[in-house]
């Protein structure tokens, strides 16, 4: 080392780990550690070496050695930083003494994030993928996989299989579990089935492939990531998206990453949103025929709430569409005292999209802080809203507010359900919605028309919806330390599921009350880890869990099945299919219901949490169910 990176190493500033005494066993290379290992500093590194090292190692291993497994110079830190900086004599390794002193180190930090990122199966029997999905793929997908988040675009949730019916699904039996390699207790991901394969993300911020037929692992992804992350409920992860032969993970550390979906070998990364604002990812992003459309979470940390889209082969942005408007956006007026800075927004669940109209569908969270509406004066959009944006340029076509100026924390984060119904003798292209705030709502997707709306659990905050669904507020409904139906909220983010030939939507609900309560306006401030929500809400009473079968049209109840409980076990979403069931998992426990009755007709035991929904694949030509719980993958046939 020079005396001039000695000197900048050795400043206190500098962050760099020095050992002075090499002990036993512990190399001068192993006691010198990378301060640059933040989500940035890896994407600056990641920059750096496309603009001076990937014309070279450009992953093939024609040109210069692969450098995501262990390298022949050394794989410490300091090893690498010297290659970096001198090059390797009488090689095409080139000194890059050049760069200044942080950018050769932010390039380590980047190949060691490659070395740990991929690790493929030793098992020389496993099958050599050949993933091609192409948007005409997801627009009309094939029965026997599925492709996206929803199961297909419009967010249903509907398999088209029919060979499980209520007369044989009591024969259901595991084809194959499979335990993930996780420290992580929830898992909440929708897997994805492509041919043969099934793709799922694991917590923090890996991806794993697997055989269908056998369960065998086929290659496993992994990304480390920084500690003290703004997370409000855990190192969740919903899922990925596919496009071509890619697969997308949002992490939450603000990056979206391309995974090469044959061999799991990383292809691009680009940062989202940064973490130090608060923001975190969580959802699976949603692809479309030219884009992949990415969330963010984050809403009580006071962010600022936006979507993004971005090209499937570069990553680069597209577009942002912030979802807290600011001076000179329409809906700014919205917001007084400035709040909009931290107005919140979150865009966390995927949304949906009508390839026909060329629109995305998605659902925006709470306002920030959650809970204390004082400090934030007006109707607070886009909060609480659904949002259709112009899936070419991310300008809004319109946007309907469910729970304007809300202060129980109602996030509109659930999955827009689009369909064509008849209302009041004309057939519409509609969103069927089940919102947080406890109505059901029909809207026209074209217009953003406000068509039916009607309680579908216990409400005492609103008086009815008007005749632009607007809600009526009752005397008493503001967090003032009363008590509240629906409470925590009528549903959640967990999935429903709707049956077009029968004319039902299918909802995980959720009867309760809560007591709310509020911050001083004079005390509003960000508490522990950055945290923003002025007071917040206390159940009464235990919640109640249910899937009720409505009416899409109308939101008439048409059965209710009680969902099984569990003490620390949670519910997660549905999945309706042609065979006539309704696939849901609640308190630890898979079930089957009878889509015409709510009839329970098998259960079995999974031994742990119940966070995620059910999907339905082919295996081998017949019909299989796959969900996650506890920390391991289940998959079902006959």
Same mark, same amino acid.
């Given at each position: 080392?020079?005396?001039?990176?000695?000197?900048?190493?050795?400043?206190?500033?500098?962050?760099?780990?020095?050992?002075?005494?090499?002990?036993?066993?512990?190399?001068?290379?192993?006691?010198?550690?990378?301060?640059?290992?933040?989500?940035?500093?890896?994407?600056?590194?990641?920059?750096?070496?496309?603009?001076?090292?990937?014309?070279?190692?450009?992953?093939?291993?024609?040109?210069?050695?692969?450098?995501?497994?262990?390298?022949?110079?050394?794989?410490?830190?300091?090893?690498?930083?010297?290659?970096?900086?001198?090059?390797?004599?009488?090689?095409?390794?080139? /000194?890059?003494?050049?760069?200044?002193?942080?950018?050769?180190?932010?390039?380590?930090?980047?190949? *060691?994030?490659?070395?740990?990122?991929?690790?493929?199966?030793? %098992?020389?029997?496993? =099958?050599?993928?050949?993933?091609?999905?192409?948007?005409?793929?997801?627009?009309?997908?094939?029965?026997? $996989?599925?492709?996206?988040?929803?199961?297909?675009? %419009?967010?249903?949730?509907?398999?088209?299989?029919?060979?499980?019916?209520?007369?044989?699904?009591?024969?259901?039996?595991?084809?194959?579990?499979?335990?993930?390699?996780?420290?992580?207790?929830?898992?909440?991901?929708?897997?994805?089935?492509?041919?043969?394969?099934?793709?799922?993300?694991? =917590?923090?911020?890996?991806?794993?492939?697997?055989?269908?037929?056998?369960?065998?692992?086929?290659?496993?992804?992994?990304?480390?990531? =920084? %500690?003290?992350?703004?997370?409000?409920?855990?190192?969740?992860?919903?899922?990925?998206?596919?496009?071509?032969?890619?697969?997308?993970?949002?992490?939450?550390?603000?990056?979206?990453?391309?995974?090469?979906?044959?061999?799991?070998?990383?292809?691009?990364?680009?940062?989202?949103?940064?973490?130090?604002?608060?923001?975190?990812?969580?959802?699976?992003?949603?692809?479309? /025929?030219?884009?992949?459309?990415?969330?963010?979470?984050?809403?009580?940390?006071?962010?600022?709430?936006?979507?993004?889209?971005? @090209?499937?082969?570069?990553?680069?942005?597209?577009?942002?569409?912030?979802?807290?408007?600011?001076?000179?956006?329409?809906?700014?007026?919205?917001?007084?005292?400035?709040?909009?800075?931290?107005?919140?927004?979150?865009?966390?669940?995927?949304?949906?999209?009508?390839?026909?109209?060329?629109?995305?569908?998605?659902?925006?969270?709470?306002?920030?802080?959650?809970?204390?509406?004082?400090?934030?004066?007006? @109707?607070?959009?886009?909060?609480?809203?659904?949002?259709?944006?112009?899936?070419?340029?991310?300008?809004?076509?319109?946007?309907? $507010?469910?729970?304007?100026? %809300?202060?129980?924390?109602?996030?509109?984060?659930?999955?827009?359900?689009?369909?064509?119904?008849?209302?009041?003798?004309?057939?519409?292209?509609?969103?069927?919605?089940?919102?947080?705030?406890?109505?059901?709502?029909?809207?026209?997707?074209?217009?953003?028309?406000?068509?039916?709306?009607?309680?579908?659990?216990?409400?005492?905050?609103?008086?009815?919806?008007?005749?632009?669904?607007? =809600?009526?507020?009752?005397?008493?409904?503001?967090?003032?330390?009363?008590?509240?139906?629906?409470?925590?909220?009528?549903?959640?983010?967990?999935?429903?599921?709707?049956?077009?030939?029968?004319?039902?939507?299918?909802?995980?609900?959720?009867?309760?009350?809560?007591?709310?309560?509020?911050?001083?306006?004079?005390?509003?401030?960000?508490?522990?880890?950055?945290?923003?929500?002025?007071?917040?809400?206390?159940?009464?009473?235990?919640?109640?869990?249910?899937? *009720?079968?409505?009416?899409?049209?109308?939101?008439?109840?048409?059965?209710?099945?009680?969902?099984?409980?569990?003490?620390?076990?949670?519910?997660?979403?549905?999945?309706?299919?042609?065979?006539?069931?309704?696939?849901?998992?609640?308190?630890?426990?898979?079930?089957?219901?009878?889509?015409? /009755?709510?009839?329970?007709?098998?259960?079995?035991?999974?031994?742990?949490?119940?966070?995620?929904?059910?999907? /339905?694949?082919?295996?081998?030509?017949?019909?299989?169910?796959?969900?996650?719980?506890?920390?391991?993958?289940?998959?079902?046939?006959?």
């Amino acid at each position: 080392m020079s005396w001039s990176e000695l000197l900048q190493m050795t400043n206190p500033s500098s962050g760099f780990v020095l050992t002075t005494t090499v002990t036993e066993g512990r190399s001068l290379d192993a006691a010198v550690s990378n301060p640059f290992v933040s989500a940035e500093d890896r994407a600056s590194g990641a920059d750096t070496f496309r603009r001076n090292c990937a014309a070279c190692h450009d992953g093939s291993g024609t040109h210069a050695p692969l450098l995501d497994r262990p390298l022949r110079h050394g794989d410490s830190d300091l090893a690498i930083y010297k290659v970096v900086r001198d090059g390797i004599p009488a090689t095409s390794m080139a /000194s890059h003494a050049d760069l200044p002193f942080d950018d050769r180190w932010k390039v380590v930090s980047y190949i *060691r994030s490659l070395q740990a990122r991929t690790s493929a199966t030793s %098992d020389d029997n496993a =099958p050599h993928l050949d993933i091609r999905v192409k948007g005409d793929d997801l627009i009309a997908p094939n029965s026997g $996989q599925w492709l996206t988040y929803s199961g297909s675009l %419009d967010g249903r949730r509907y398999s088209p299989l029919s060979e499980i019916t209520k007369d044989n699904v009591p024969r259901l039996r595991v084809r194959w579990i499979s335990q993930l390699d996780t420290d992580d207790r929830v898992l909440e991901a929708t897997p994805l089935v492509i041919g043969g394969a099934l793709f799922t993300s694991v =917590p923090p911020a890996g991806i794993v492939a697997f055989d269908t037929i056998s369960g065998k692992v086929i290659w496993k992804y992994d990304r480390p990531l =920084p %500690d003290n992350l703004p997370m409000c409920c855990g190192r969740v992860n919903r899922g990925v998206a596919v496009l071509g032969s890619t697969l997308f993970l949002g992490t939450l550390d603000g990056v979206l990453v391309a995974v090469d979906a044959n061999t799991g070998k990383e292809v691009w990364e680009t940062q989202v949103a940064k973490p130090s604002e608060g923001l975190t990812m969580t959802g699976a992003p949603l692809a479309t /025929s030219n884009a992949v459309v990415v969330g963010v979470a984050g809403g009580e940390f006071g962010i600022r709430g936006f979507l993004a889209a971005y @090209d499937p082969a570069s990553g680069k942005q597209l577009w942002k569409f912030n979802t807290i408007p600011g001076p000179g956006e329409p809906g700014h007026e919205t917001w007084k005292n400035d709040a909009w800075q931290t107005g919140g927004g979150p865009t966390w669940v995927t949304g949906s999209y009508d390839p026909s109209l060329d629109l995305v569908y998605w659902g925006v969270g709470n306002p920030g802080p959650d809970y204390n509406g004082d400090v934030r004066p007006g @109707d607070n959009l886009y909060t609480n809203s659904a949002v259709a944006l112009h899936a070419d340029t991310g300008k809004l076509a319109w946007h309907f $507010q469910f729970t304007p100026h %809300d202060e129980h924390d109602w996030d509109s984060n659930q999955t827009p359900i689009l369909t064509d119904l008849t209302i009041n003798g004309v057939k519409r292209k509609v969103i069927c919605w089940a919102n947080r705030n406890g109505f059901y709502y029909v809207l026209d997707r074209v217009t953003g028309e406000f068509l039916t709306g009607v309680n579908f659990v216990e409400q005492n905050w609103a008086d009815g919806l008007d005749h632009a669904g607007r =809600p009526v507020l009752s005397a008493g409904a503001s967090t003032q330390g009363r008590l509240i139906r629906p409470g925590g909220g009528g549903t959640n983010w967990q999935n429903p599921a709707f049956d077009q030939g029968r004319g039902l939507v299918f909802v995980p609900t959720t009867e309760g009350a809560s007591i709310f309560t509020k911050t001083d306006p004079d005390n509003v401030q960000r508490g522990e880890g950055g945290l923003f929500v002025a007071s917040g809400a206390a159940w009464v009473s235990p919640p109640v869990r249910a899937v *009720r079968a409505l009416d899409a049209a109308t939101g008439e109840r048409k059965w209710e099945f009680r969902s099984p409980t569990a003490k620390n076990s949670g519910y997660g979403g549905l999945l309706a299919t042609a065979g006539g069931l309704v696939f849901g998992a609640s308190g630890g426990v898979l079930f089957a219901l009878d889509s015409a /009755s709510g009839q329970e007709l098998w259960r079995v035991p999974l031994g742990g949490e119940t966070r995620a929904a059910p999907i /339905s694949f082919t295996v081998d030509g017949r019909q299989a169910i796959a969900i996650e719980a506890g920390r391991a993958l289940f998959v079902f046939g006959p």
